[in-house]
C-alpha cells in the first residue's frame, strides 16, 4: 500500500532512480507541499486569465460612450465574476501556492505540519472554483458585485440562483482558506528547525505568518454575513430585511470586517516575495530586518480597525468617520516604512536587474502610486466624492495589480528556477514586464481622472461629453496591451519547463535555506535538517562576506564551522527519501474524496429554493454522508 | 454545520494510529509541543471571532424586532393573541448548569487517561476510584452534553410552539441562528466524545498520544461551554 | 532520518488534582445561582448594576474555565497569546459593532 512518490520534474534536476509516480493519480493522491503548490499555481493561473477575460469584456463596454457590446445584466455579472475571481480564485490562491512551496523550504522542514489537510484545502479550492465560476457559462453568474451587499442580495432583490451561486461558492472558497491557515500557522511555529529563531525567519515566511492569523479571525465574520444570507434566501430569515425591522449596514459592517483585513492578506505574500527579491539582487540584506516584521505585525492588527472607510458615505456619524479615517491614516505609516527599508536595501547595493527585480522595484512604484491614492481615500470628506467611482478603482489596482500582482510575478521568475530546474526565459520576461508595465499604467492611470470628474462605478453605459471619453479609450487600449503581455508571460511560463536554461540549486546567489537544496528539491526537502545560524544562513556559508554583520552566537560560529567540515549533500546530489530512511507521508485520495462530499453537500442547497426539496435533500445528504466517511477514512488512515 | 467544524476535525481529531507509543515515531518540533494542539488553540480563536460576529448581530437586533414574541417581554398582536416573554430563565439555568458540569466531568475524563497506569494508593476511596475511569466520564461528559442538547430540543419546539420561528422576526432569526450554531457545536463534541468512548472501550485510552487525543476534545468542549457562558449572560440574563 | 521531540511536551507540570477540579466546578457553581438568583430581583435588575455585574460574573466564570480547565494558566504561553490575541480583537470588533449601531454611547 505504501508508495514512495518521487515526483518527476520537466528538464533535469533530480537523478534519482527509483519508483517513480508520474501521471494524473500521483497528482489527485499528492500530499507533497511542493506538489500542492504547483497544482495551486497552475490553477490560479489559469484564473487569473479568466478574470483578465472578463475585464477585457468590461474595458470593450467601456471603450466607447453608449456602447451595446453587452447588455446591462451581462455586464453586472462581469464586473462581479472579475471582482470575484481576481480576488478569491487568483490572487490569493496565487499566495497559497508560494505559502505551499516555500514556507516549509525557508524553515528548514520536510513538509507542512498536516500534509493531507494541505491537499484538502487545494482540492476545496478547486471545486469551488469551478462551482462559482461555471454559471457564467450559462449567463447565471453572480451579479451583486463581489461584495454582494444585501438587501440588494436578497431575494426581494435578486430573485434568479445567481446570488446562491454566489453565497456558497465563497462559503466552500473559505473553508479552503481557513484549513490552510491553520495548517501554516503550526507550521511556521512548530516546524522550523534548530536555530530559526522568529526573528530569522526569511521575511517571506514571516509576511505569511501574519497573513495566516489575519486569515483565522478575518473569516468568520464573512462567513457569518453569508450565512445570514443563505438563510435569507433559503430559509426565510430576517436578517436583511427591511420590512422586519433589519438594518442594512449589518451586511457591509460585517462584510468589511472582514475585508478589509482581506486587502492586507492579499498585500502581504507579494511584499514578502519583494523582501525575498531585493536583497538578493541588490547583494546587500534587508535594511531593517526587524522594523519590517514590526510593520507587517502591524499592518496586521491595525488592519482589524479600519474597515468602516469603506463606508463613509452611509452616514455613520462624524464621531464614528473621524475614528476610522484616523486608523486608516495611521495604518499608512507602517506600510510606508516598508517602502523606505526596500529603497534603502538597493542604496549602494550591487544591482542586478534580473526580471524578478524589476518587477519587485516596480511594486515599490506602483504599491506608493496606490497607496497615495488610498491615503487621499482616507480623510472622510475628500472619499465623499471619490466613493464609486473610477478614482477607488484606480487606487485599487494599482495596490493590487501594481501591488500584489506584481509581487507575485516577482516571485515567479525568482523561484521558477528552484521548483523546475530551468530558468525562464530573460528575454520573454523583459518583454512581458514592459508591456505589463506600460498596459498597467495605460490601463488604471487615466481612471483617476474620469473618477474625479465622476466617473460611477459598476454602471455600463455613460454619455459622451462628460470629459470621460479618451480616459476610457485609453484604458481599454492599455487593457489589450496587458492581454498581450499576459499571453508572452503565459508562453515563458509553459515552454520554459522543457526549454529553459538549466538551473542549480542556488541560480542566485541567495541567502535563505530553500536555495540550499537541488532545483527541483527532492521530495523529502532536505537530506538532513539544517542548523540555522543567522537570518542568511547559506549566505553564512558560501558568502560569509554577505552576512558579515550578522549576530552570530558561539552555537552559531560553532554550527558553520561543522556544515564547512562536513557539508551537506551537494547539490547536485540526490537520494530517495528511501535511502535515506526519511519516512514520507502516504500519498491518498481521501483529502479529495472529503472535498468533492462538502461542495457536494452544499450543492444540494441550490434546489432549494426551487422547490425541489427531496432532490436537495438527497443531494445535501450524498455529500454529507461522503463528507462524514472520506473524514473517518482520512482520520484513521496512518499518515505516514 | 459550521463551516469551522470540517477544519477542526481535519486537522486532527483522532490522529494517526501510527503513532501509538509502542511504535514512536517521534517529529522533531520547535516548541516541543504537538502540532494538534496548535492547531485546536488557532481553532478556538478563530471561533471566538466567529462567535463573536454572531452575538454582536444579536445584541445589534435587539429590541428591533418589528413583530413580537420578544425575549422578555410581553407583547399582543394586532390579532390580539397575547405572547408572554419566550425567554424561560429557569429551565434555561438548569441546561446551563448541565453544560458547566459537564465541562468538569471533561476534566477528569483527561484526568482519567493521564493516570493510566499510575498505581492506586492503598486504602483509596470511591472517588479516588471513579477518578480513574476515563470511560465512566467520557460517558458522563457526552451524556450531559446530549442532556443540554434535549434542553435546547425542548426550547426551540416550545417556542415555535408558542409562536416565535426563525422568520418571525429579527429576534427569530438572531437568536435561533445563534443558539442553532452553538448547538450544532456541541453535537459535533457528543459526537467526538462518543467516539473517543468507543475507541476506550475497545482498544483502551492510555499513553501521551492518547491524552493528546482527549486533551484536545477537551478543549474543543470547554470552549463550546465557555461560549455558553456568554451567550446565557447576553442573551438570557441581560434584558 | 528522524528527530527526537525536543523536549516532552506533556511535561509534569502542576495539574490541579481532581479535588481541586472539583472545587471550581462548585465556584462555579455559586456564581451561576448568584447570577440566576440576581435575574429574580426586580429592584437589582432595575439598578444601572444589574449589567455590568453580570457581565463581570460571566467573564470571571469564563476566565476560570479557560485558566484551569482549558490548562491555559499551566501550559505554553504560546496558547496564551494565540487566544487572548484573538479574543481581543474579537471583543474590540464586537464593541465597535455595539457602537456603530448606536447601542452604547461613547
Known amino acids: 500500500m505504501a508508495t514512495i512518490a518521487t515526483p518527476t520534474h520537466a528538464g533535469s534536476g533530480s537523478t534519482a532512480a527509483s519508483a517513480e509516480n508520474t501521471g494524473i493519480w500521483s497528482w489527485i493522491t499528492t500530499v507533497d507541499h511542493k506538489r500542492i503548490g504547483t497544482l495551486y499555481l497552475w490553477t490560479a493561473l489559469f484564473f487569473f486569465m479568466v478574470g483578465g477575460l472578463e475585464a477585457v469584456l468590461i474595458r470593450t463596454q467601456l471603450m466607447r460612450p453608449n456602447m451595446g457590446f453587452v447588455s446591462a445584466e451581462t455586464y453586472n455579472q462581469l464586473f462581479t465574476m472579475h471582482g470575484t475571481t481576481m480576488v478569491f480564485l487568483a490572487v490569493m490562491p496565487l499566495s497559497a501556492a508560494f505559502f505551499n512551496y516555500l514556507i516549509p523550504l525557508q524553515i528548514g522542514a520536510r513538509d507542512v505540519a498536516f500534509p493531507r489537510l494541505n491537499a484538502f484545502s487545494y482540492w476545496v479550492y478547486l471545486l469551488g472554483g469551478i462551482f462559482i465560476t461555471l454559471p457564467i457559462l450559462f449567463q447565471i453568474a453572480p451579479d451583486g458585485g463581489w461584495f454582494g451587499y444585501a438587501p440588494l442580495t436578497t431575494n426581494q432583490f435578486s430573485a434568479g440562483p445567481n446570488i446562491d451561486f454566489w453565497v456558497i461558492g465563497l462559503q466552500i472558497l473559505g473553508v479552503s482558506s481557513l484549513a490552510a491557515a491553520f495548517n501554516f500557522i503550526t507550521t511556521i511555529i512548530n516546524l522550523r528547525a534548530p536555530g530559526m529563531s522568529l526573528m530569522r525567519l526569511p521575511m517571506f515566511t514571516w509576511m505569511s505568518f501574519v497573513v495566516q492569523f489575519l486569515l483565522v479571525l478575518a473569516f468568520p465574520p464573512i462567513t457569518v454575513a453569508l450565512v445570514f444570507l443563505l438563510f435569507d434566501r433559503f430559509f426565510g430569515t430576517t436578517f436583511y430585511s427591511i420590512a422586519a425591522g433589519a438594518d442594512p449596514l449589518l451586511w457591509q459592517h460585517l462584510f468589511w470586517v472582514f475585508g478589509h483585513p482581506e486587502v492586507y492578506i492579499l498585500i502581504l505574500p507579494a511584499f514578502g516575495l519583494v523582501s525575498e527579491v531585493l536583497p538578493t539582487f541588490s547583494k546587500k540584506p534587508l535594511f531593517g530586518y526587524n522594523v519590517m516584521v514590526y510593520s507587517g505585525i502591524m499592518i496586521g492588527f491595525l488592519g482589524f480597525g479600519v474597515w468602516a472607510h469603506h463606508m463613509f458615505a452611509v452616514g455613520m456619524g462624524a464621531v464614528a468617520d473621524s475614528i476610522f479615517a484616523t486608523m486608516t491614516m495611521l495604518i499608512a505609516i507602517p506600510t510606508g516604512v516598508k517602502i523606505f527599508n526596500w529603497i534603502a536595501t538597493m542604496w549602494a547595493g550591487e544591482i542586478r536587474f534580473t526580471v524578478p527585480m524589476k518587477f519587485a522595484i516596480a511594486l515599490i512604484a506602483m504599491f506608493t502610486i496606490g497607496g497615495i491614492s488610498g491615503v487621499m481615500h482616507s480623510s472622510a470628506p475628500a472619499d465623499l466624492q471619490q466613493t464609486d467611482t473610477y478614482f477607488i478603482v484606480a487606487h485599487f489596482h494599482y495596490v493590487l495589480f501594481g501591488g500584489s500582482i506584481m509581487g507575485i510575478f516577482a516571485g515567479i521568475y525568482h523561484y521558477y528556477p528552484k521548483m523546475t530546474g530551468r530558468f525562464m526565459n530573460e528575454g520573454l520576461g523583459n518583454v512581458h514586464f514592459w508591456l505589463n508595465l506600460i498596459g498597467m499604467n495605460l490601463t488604471f492611470f487615466p481612471m483617476h481622472f474620469s473618477g474625479l470628474l465622476g466617473m460611477p462605478r459598476r454602471v455600463y453605459q455613460y454619455d459622451a461629453g462628460q470629459g470621460w471619453d479618451l480616459f476610457n479609450l485609453m484604458s481599454t487600449y492599455g487593457t489589450y496591451l496587458l492581454v498581450v503581455a499576459t499571453a508572452v508571460f503565459i508562453w515563458n511560463f509553459v515552454r520554459s519547463r522543457t526549454t529553459g536554461a538549466v538551473a542549480s540549486g542556488d541560480p542566485w546567489g541567495a541567502a535563505t535555506l530553500e536555495w540550499s537544496i537541488p532545483s527541483p528539491p527532492p521530495e523529502y526537502n532536505f537530506a538532513k535538517i539544517p542548523t540555522v545560524t543567522s537570518r542568511s544562513p547559506l549566505w553564512d556559508l558560501k558568502h560569509p562576506e554577505m552576512s558579515a554583520g550578522a549576530d552570530h552566537s558561539a552555537a552559531d560560529s560553532a554550527a558553520i564551522e561543522a556544515a564547512h567540515s562536513t557539508p551537506m549533500h551537494e547539490e547536485t546530489e540526490t537520494y530517495t527519501a528511501k535511502e535515506l530512511g526519511i519516512p514520507m507521508p502516504f500519498p491518498t485520495a481521501k483529502p479529495l474524496f472529503t472535498a468533492v462530499g462538502m461542495v457536494v453537500m452544499f450543492s444540494g442547497l441550490l434546489f432549494l429554493r426551487n422547490g425541489m426539496f427531496a432532490v436537495s435533500m438527497t443531494i445535501t445528504l450524498t455529500g454529507a454522508a461522503m463528507l462524514i466517511g472520506g473524514l473517518y477514512a482520512w482520520l484513521t488512515a496512518p499518515l505516514e | 454545520m459550521s463551516s469551522h467544524t470540517a477544519a477542526a476535525h481535519a486537522s486532527g481529531a483522532h490522529g494517526a494510529h501510527g503513532h501509538d507509543d509502542g511504535h514512536a515515531h517521534v517529529h522533531y518540533t520547535t516548541t516541543g509541543l504537538d502540532n494538534r494542539k496548535i492547531a485546536i488553540w488557532t481553532f478556538i480563536g478563530s ?142 463534541g457528543v459526537l467526538w466524545l462518543m467516539t473517543l468512548l468507543w475507541i476506550d472501550r475497545t482498544r483502551g485510552l492510555a499513553g501521551k498520544n492518547d491524552e493528546l487525543l482527549v486533551d484536545i476534545c477537551a478543549l474543543y468542549w470547554h470552549f463550546v461551554d465557555v461560549v455558553w457562558i456568554a451567550i446565557f449572560t447576553l442573551i438570557y440574563l441581560i434584558q | 532520518m528522524s528527530h527526537d521531540a525536543k523536549h516532552d511536551g506533556h511535561a509534569e507540570h502542576h495539574h490541579p488534582t481532581g479535588n481541586q477540579y472539583l472545587t471550581i466546578a462548585i465556584i462555579l457553581t455559586a456564581i451561576t445561582v448568584v447570577e440566576v438568583w440576581a435575574y429574580y430581583i426586580p429592584s437589582l435588575v432595575a439598578s444601572p448594576l444589574f449589567n455590568p455585574a453580570l457581565l463581570f460574573m460571566s467573564a470571571v466564570k469564563f476566565a476560570i474555565v479557560c485558566l484551569f480547565y482549558m490548562h491555559l494558566k499551566f501550559d505554553h504561553k504560546l496558547f496564551r497569546v494565540v487566544f487572548t490575541g484573538s479574543l481581543i480583537i474579537a471583543m474590540c470588533t464586537l464593541m465597535a459593532l455595539m457602537f456603530l449601531f448606536g447601542k452604547v454611547s461613547l
Request: aromatic fraction near 14%.
Open chain 2, 47 to 188: 471561533e471566538c471571532m466567529l462567535f463573536a460576529s454572531l452575538i454582536s448581530t444579536y445584541l445589534i437586533y435587539k429590541g428591533k424586532s418589528v413583530v413580537g414574541p420578544f425575549p422578555h417581554e410581553a407583547w399582543t398582536s394586532e390579532t390580539g393573541q397575547v405572547f408572554k416573554p419566550i425567554l424561560d430563565i429557569p429551565v434555561t439555568s438548569a441546561s446551563t448548569f448541565v453544560l458547566l458540569m459537564s465541562s468538569f466531568a471533561m476534566v477528569l475524563a483527561l484526568q482519567a487517561v493521564q493516570l493510566k497506569g499510575k498505581p492506586l494508593a492503598a486504602g483509596a476511596g470511591w472517588w479516588e476510584r471513579i477518578q480513574r475511569s476515563s470511560q465512566f466520564w467520557l460517558a458522563a461528559t457526552a451524556l450531559m452534553g446530549a442532556t443540554f442538547l434535549g434542553f435546547q430540543a425542548y426550547e426551540f419546539t416550545s417556542f415555535v410552539h408558542e409562536g416565535l420561528t426563525i422568520k418571525t422576526n429579527l429576534f427569530g432569526s438572531s437568536f435561533f441562528t445563534l443558539t442553532g450554531f452553538h448547538g450544532a457545536h456541541v453535537t459535533v
